[in-house]
C-alpha cells in the first residue's frame, strides 16, 4: 500500500523567468485553481517593479519609454506561454492545478490591465492547445508526484530496511494438503476444529502471526505463504490480512502493538511519527498440489524476482544478501521478552560475516559446522573480499502440548539435542557430542538434519545443485535440504545459546509429512548414494526401507509363527526391495531429478563418517524391530551357560544397574587370536626406531625397573608444590587420598602367597606428540612409574624417555585421533595383550592414581562383574565378561547412547580389548577420521553389547573426574542441568565435595606443576 503525500511542507514546482528569477507566491495568497482569474491575484515580481517604475511622476525620455516598452513586451513574449498553464481548461483536475499554481497577487491596476488584455487575445490560441496543456499538466503532476513518493520510500525502514549489515527476512511457509486431500478446502465431516484441515490452516496463521511478533517489521522483506493444492480459502486470506495489515501484535523495533486507526491501516503516517505499514504477505496459490519442495522453490522464484525488482528501483542495495527462512505450518517462532534482541539478530550473526572480521578468522568454533576453504556451493564475496559462509542455521525445538481443558504446556529442549536418521531413513533425535559442545562452550553445534525452522542465505539456497520437486513431504523436502547444506555446502548450526528457538505442535502435521515413503526414499537414495562407493549405503537403506514396509505391512495380520508366513515376509521383501531398486534407476530420467551431484558435492560416504558419527548405520533396534525380525527368524534354542562353582558366591550382589548393564553382553574366550594379519596395513603396521625401521617393540617395563624419585628441588618448589588453601588442596586434603594402608596389605598377602590370586596387572598407556614430550618426565616422576606396563604413544620413538612411534591411517592432528587410537590398541594387542590383566589410555594430562585403580579392579565388586554378576571367578575361566570401566556420560542427555569420557581415560578387561581389537576395529569406521575417539570406542563397543559400567563407589561418588579436583569441588549445575552441557552430559551425580569418590582413580586437565603438587600432596610431602 503506497502512503499519500501531504501537501503541507512540501517544496512546489517553481517555474523560472527568463531573467532566472523564480516566480514566488506572494505572502499570504493561498493561491488556487478560482483565485487565478482575479483583478488581484497575480503578482509576477520582476514585471512589477517595471510597472511600478512606469507609474511614478518621475518624468522618463521617449527613448527611455520606448526602451522599457522593449523590455515589457520581450519579458510578455517570454512568458505567455505560461498561460497555457495558469488558466485551467473546463476539464482541469483541481487538485493538480494546486500542485502546479503559483499563486499570482498583484497591486499593480495598469499591469492587471494590460494582463487581461493579453490574456483576452489569446485565449482563441489557448483553446485549441488546451488538450495537450491539459496533458502537459498530468506528466508533470505524476512526474513530480512520483519523485516525492520515491523520496518517502528511500526514507522508509519497512521498504528499505538497514541495509547488507542487517540484511532482511524472507519467510516461505507452506501449507501442505491433508493427508486425505479430499478435506482441502473444507471441513471434515463432523471435524469442527479438530479436523486436519483446520488444524493445518490454524498452524499457518500461528506461524504467520509469529514472524510478526518475533520479528521487526522493518526486516521483514516479504512472508511467502504457498497454498499447496488450495485456492482462495476466505476466512484464511481475511486473517492474513489482519496481519498484514497491523490489526494483530507485531514488532516494530523494539515496540510490540497493534492498532487499528483508519489512516495507518490505509498506510498513511501520523503527524510527528515514522509508522509505516507496507505489504509484507504474499500468497501463491497452487491448485492442482504441487508438494513441499516444488512449492519451496516456487515461492523463492518469486522472491528472487521481487529482490531484482526492488533492486532496479533503488529501494534496496544488490549488496544486501536476503536471508531465507523455511518454517513449517507446525511450528511458531518463540518469543522472548528482550525489546533489542530478536532471533534475526543471532541468525545474522551467524549467517553474515562482518566487514570486521578477518576472512582468515577462523570462525569454526562459533559455528562447529563451518569448514573453511571446502565448500562446494559458490559464494560471493563482500565488497571488502570476505567470502560469506554458506551454513545454515536450523531453530532449537520446543514442544507444545495441550489437555482436554485447553491448557498449552510448553516443554523446553535440552541442550545438544539434534536431528538425524536410521538405516530406514526414518527421522530420529539425537545428541551432539560432548567434543562438539566443548569447542563452542554448548552455543552452538552442528545437527545432521535440518528441522522446523531453517534460516540460510538467499544465495546460499540459490546456488544449490539439488531441488527434486517430486519430494512432496516436510520430511523428505528437508532431508534434501540438508544434503545440500551438508555435502555442497557448510553444513547446519542449531545455537543452543541463542533466541532462534520454535514451539512445535505435534499434532498438526500428519505423520506421512513427517516421515518419508518407500518412492520418495528411493529418489534420495538414487540422488545423494551414487558413486564414490556409496552403493554399499544404498543397497543397505533400501534393503532396510523394504523391511520396515513389509514388516508393517504383515505383521499384524498374523497371528502365529509359522514357516509359511515367515516365507511370505522374506518375499514381500525381496519383492518391495525389487521395487525400489526400479523406482531408483527410474527416478533419473524424471525432469527435476539431480544430476551431477558425484562432481559438485562431497560423498554420502563423507556425510556418514564426519556428520555423525555415532549414527554408523548400525544403530541399536527398537523394541518392535527386534520383535519383528526375531518373529521373522523364528523361535531359537536357549543355550545352557557353564558350570558354576556354588562356592564362589559373592558377600553382596551387584547392584541392579550394573547387573543389567553386563546382562546385556556375552562371555568371551580371553585366548589370545592373531589378528595382525601380518602387520602389513594399518592399524597392525607396529612401531619404528629412532631411525624409522618397522618392527620395533617397546620395553613397557622400562620405568618399574627404573622408576625415577620424586623430589621437592628447594624451598621456592616446596613453595609451589604445597601451597594451601586452593580449591586443588581442598579438595586432596579434605576428601581424595590414595589408600595406602590397604595397597601395602594387599602387596605383602601377594608377595607371601596367602592371596588366590596375584595383584592385577595394569598396562598404562599414554598419547601425546613430540613437541609435548616435555610433559613426559612428570608423569614418570610420579603416577607412570607405577603401573606395571607404561608407554607413551606418541610421533618420535625416544626410548630414554619411554615414547613409540606408531604411524597410522592418516595425518597427525587432533582431528584424527581415532586412527592413532586404533594403531595404538592394536600395537598394544599385538605385543602386550597376554601379559596384563586391564589396559588403561589417556593422554598426557592425565592424572592417575594407581594404588586406588588396582585395588578397585580387584575388588569383589569388579571380579564379580568380571565373571559375569552371579558367582566370583575361581582363577581357571577360559572366558570373561567384557568390562568397559570410565566416567559415563549420556549424550545430550540420552541415557541410550552412553560413553565413556575419554579425558580421564577408560579401563578395558582382557575380554574388551580383545573384543575390540579382533572384532570392532576392523568393522567400525576404519576409515573414518574424527577427534572423538572415546565416543567412537563406545560405539563399535556397544555394537557388541558392551556398555560403560557405572564405577560410583557406595556414597555415589564418581571415581574417574573429567576435570581437576578444584573444578569438581567448585562446580555446581544451573537450576535447569539441562541449561549446562556438562550437567546435562552427567548421570546422577552429586556435587562439590561429594562429587569425588574418597579413593578417586583419575583426574583430568592435569598441566603444569599440577602434576607434581598432586603427587607431594597425596603422597605427603608437603
Not at 551438508?486 to 516421515?515: H, N, Q, T
Not at 543397505?540 to 514357516?563: C, F, N
Not at 509359511?564 to 531398486?581: E, F, G, P
Request: aromatic share 8%.
Amino acid at each position: 500500500m503506497s502512503t499519500p503525500i501531504r501537501s503541507s511542507g512540501r517544496r512546489r514546482l517553481q517555474p523560472s523567468s527568463r531573467a532566472g528569477n523564480p516566480i514566488r507566491r506572494a505572502p499570504n495568497s493561498g493561491a488556487s485553481a478560482s483565485s487565478i482569474s482575479s483583478n488581484d491575484s497575480e503578482h509576477f515580481l520582476p514585471m512589477s517593479n517595471i510597472m511600478n517604475n512606469n507609474s511614478s511622476n518621475v518624468q522618463v525620455s521617449p527613448e527611455r519609454s520606448r526602451h522599457h516598452l522593449a523590455r515589457n513586451l520581450l519579458a510578455i513574449a517570454c512568458l505567455w506561454p505560461l498561460l497555457f498553464l495558469i488558466i485551467p481548461p473546463p476539464t482541469a483536475d483541481p487538485a493538480h492545478m494546486a500542485i502546479l499554481s503559483a499563486g499570482i497577487n498583484s497591486s499593480s491596476k495598469s499591469f492587471t490591465n494590460k494582463f487581461q488584455s493579453i490574456k483576452k487575445r489569446a485565449h482563441d490560441k489557448i483553446d485549441n492547445i488546451r488538450a495537450v496543456a491539459s496533458r502537459r499538466v498530468n506528466l508533470a503532476a505524476k512526474t513530480q508526484f512520483l519523485r516525492e513518493e520515491m523520496s518517502t520510500l528511500l526514507r522508509r525502514k519497512d521498504i528499505v530496511g538497514y541495509g547488507p549489515d542487517r540484511p532482511r527476512v524472507a519467510v516461505v511457509v507452506v501449507v501442505p494438503q491433508p493427508s486425505n486431500g479430499n478435506n482441502v478446502g473444507r471441513r471434515a465431516k463432523g471435524g469442527g476444529e479438530g479436523d486436519e484441515e483446520s488444524r493445518i490452516l490454524k498452524g499457518a496463521l500461528d506461524a504467520v502471526q509469529s514472524v510478526f511478533l518475533t520479528t521487526d517489521r522493518n526486516r521483514i522483506f516479504i512472508v511467502t505463504v504457498v497454498m499447496d493444492g488450495r485456492g482462495k480459502v476466505g476466512t484464511f486470506e481475511a486473517k492474513l490480512d489482519d496481519i498484514d495489515a497491523g490489526r494483530t501484535m507485531h514488532r516494530h523495533g523494539g515496540e510490540v502493538h497493534t492498532h487499528d486507526h483508519h489512516h495507518e491501516l490505509e498506510g498513511e503516517q501520523k503527524e510527528g511519527e515514522g509508522h509505516y505499514h507496507s505489504e509484507k504477505i504474499h500468497t501463491l496459490y497452487n491448485h492442482e498440489g504441487m508438494g513441499v519442495s516444488a512449492s519451496r522453490k516456487e515461492a523463492v522464484h518469486f522472491i528472487n524476482v521481487l529482490s531484482r525488482k526492488h533492486e532496479q528501483a533503488g529501494i534496496k542495495s544488490p549488496e544486501e544478501d536476503l536471508i531465507l527462512l523455511f518454517l513449517s505450518v507446525d511450528s511458531r517462532l518463540k518469543e522472548f521478552d528482550d525489546d533489542n534482541q530478536t532471533w534475526l539478530d543471532d541468525v545474522t550473526d551467524a549467517l553474515i560475516l562482518s566487514p570486521s572480521i578477518d576472512e582468515n578468522q577462523d570462525i569454526s568454533n562459533k559455528f562447529p559446522s563451518v569448514a573453511k576453504k571446502d565448500s562446494k556451493v559458490d559464494t560471493k564475496p563482500t565488497k571488502d573480499g570476505t567470502m560469506q559462509p554458506s551454513n545454515a542455521v536450523s531453530f532449537a525445538v520446543d514442544t507444545s502440548s495441550s489437555d482436554t481443558e485447553g491448557n498449552v504446556e510448553i516443554h523446553s529442549s535440552h541442550v545438544g539435542v539434534t536431528l538425524s536418521f536410521d538405516q530406514k531413513l526414518r527421522p530420529r533425535p539425537s545428541s551432539a557430542t560432548g567434543q562438539q559442545l566443548a569447542l563452542s562452550n554448548g552455543e552452538s553445534y552442528p545437527t545432521p538434519l535440518t528441522q522446523s525452522a531453517t534460516a540460510l542465505r538467499l544465495r546460499t539456497y540459490n546456488a544449490f545443485p539439488a531441488s527434486d520437486e517430486a519430494l512432496t513431504s516436510h520430511y523428505s523436502a528437508d532431508l534434501e535440504l540438508s544434503f545440500n547444506l551438508w555435502m555442497c555446502a557448510d553444513g547446519i548450526d542449531v545455537i543452543a545459546s541463542s533466541y532462534a528457538r520454535v514451539v512445535v505442535d505435534p499434532v498438526i502435521l500428519s505423520s506421512s509429512e513427517k516421515d518419508i515413503s518407500g518412492p520418495l526414499a528411493a529418489r534420495i537414495v538414487s540422488a545423494w548414494m551414487s558413486g564414490h562407493g556409496d552403493d554399499v549405503y544404498a543397497d543397505k537403506i533400501l534393503r532396510a526401507v523394504a523391511e520396515r514396509s513389509a514388516q508393517d505391512s504383515i505383521i499384524g495380520m498374523t497371528k502365529d509363527h509359522s514357516m509359511s508366513d515367515r516365507k511370505l515376509l522374506v518375499d514381500k521383501i525381496k519383492v518391495l526391495n525389487d521395487m525400489l531398486v526400479r523406482i531408483s534407476s527410474e527416478a533419473k530420467h524424471s525432469s527435476s531429478f539431480p544430476t551431477g551431484l558425484g562432481q559438485k558435492c562431497r560423498p554420502f560416504s563423507w556425510y556418514a563418517q564426519n556428520v555423525h558419527p555415532q549414527n554408523d548405520f548400525h544403530e541399536e533396534e527398537d523394541v518392535n524391530d527386534a520383535k519383528k525380525k526375531a518373529w521373522m527368524n523364528g523361535p531359537t534354542t536357549k543355550e545352557e551357560g557353564s558350570a558354576t562353582d556354588e562356592n564362589n558366591l559373592p558377600s553382596k550382589p551387584l547392584n541392579e544397574d550394573n547387573m543389567a548393564i553386563i546382562s546385556k553382553t556375552s562371555p568371551v574366550n580371553i585366548k589370545y587370536v592373531d589378528a595382525s594379519g601380518g602387520h602389513a596395513e594399518h592399524p597392525h603396521k607396529g612401531a619404528t626406531d629412532e631411525n624409522g625401521k618397522f618392527g620395533y617393540v617397546h620395553d613397557e617395563t622400562f620405568l618399574i625397573k627404573n622408576p625415577p624419585t620424586f623430589e621437592i628441588k628447594d624451598e621456592k618448589d616446596r613453595g609451589v608444590l604445597c601451597k594451601k588453601g586452593d580449591p586443588n588442596y581442598q579438595m586432596l586434603t579434605k576428601k581424595v587420598f590414595v589408600d595406602l594402608p590397604n595397597h601395602e596389605a594387599a602387596e605383602k598377602r601377594a608377595e607371601h602367597g596367602l592371596a588366590k590370586k596375584g595383584r592385577a596387572k595394569i598396562f598404562c598407556l599414554v598419547y601425546t606428540i613430540e613437541k609435548n614430550h616435555h610433559t613426559i618426565p612428570a608423569i614418570k616422576e610420579t603416577w607412570g612409574k607405577k603401573c606395571d606396563g607404561f608407554m607413551v604413544a606418541s610421533t618420535k620413538t625416544d626410548r630414554e624417555l619411554g615414547t613409540v612411534n606408531i604411524p597410522h591411517e592418516g595425518p597427525e592432528e587432533y582431528n584424527n585421533i581415532w586412527q592413532k587410537v586404533r594403531s595404538m590398541w592394536s600395537y598394544v594387542y599385538d605385543n602386550y595383550y597376554e601379559k596384563y590383566d586391564w589396559f588403561h589410555i589417556g593422554g598426557d594430562d592425565l592424572y592417575l592414581i594407581v594404588e586406588n585403580l588396582r585395588l578397585y579392579l580387584e575388588s569383589e565388586e569388579i571380579q564379580l562383574a568380571s565373571n559375569g554378576g552371579q558367582y566370583l571367578p575361581n582363577g581357571s575361566e577360559e572366558t570373561q565378561t567384557p568390562l568397559f570401566l570410565g566416567r559415563r556420560f549420556a549424550e545430550g542427555g540420552n541415557m541410550d547412547r552412553i560413553f565413556i569420557s575419554g579425558g580421564s581415560g577408560y579401563t578395558m578387561n582382557k575380554a574388551t580389548l580383545k573384543t575390540l581389537v579382533v572384532d570392532g576395529l576392523p568393522k567400525c569406521r576404519p576409515h573414518f577420521h574424527t577427534f572423538s575417539e572415546d565416543v567412537m570406542v563406545a560405539n563399535c563397543l556397544r555394537q557388541r553389547n558392551i556398555l560403560p559400567y557405572d564405577t560410583k563407589d557406595e556414597a555415589g561418588g564418581e571415581r574417574y573426574m573429567p576435570f581437576a579436583p578444584g573444578h569438581h569441588l567448585n562446580y555446581h549445575p544451573p537450576a535447569n542441568p539441562k541449561d549446562d552441557w556438562y550437567s546435562n552430559y552427567s548421570i546422577n551425580c552429586k556435587w562439590g565435595i561429594d562429587h569425588c569418590a574418597a579413593k578417586s582413580v583419575a583426574f583430568h586437565y592435569i598441566k603444569g606443576d599440577l602434576m607434581r603438587r598432586m603427587y607431594a600432596i597425596l603422597y605427603h610431602y608437603c
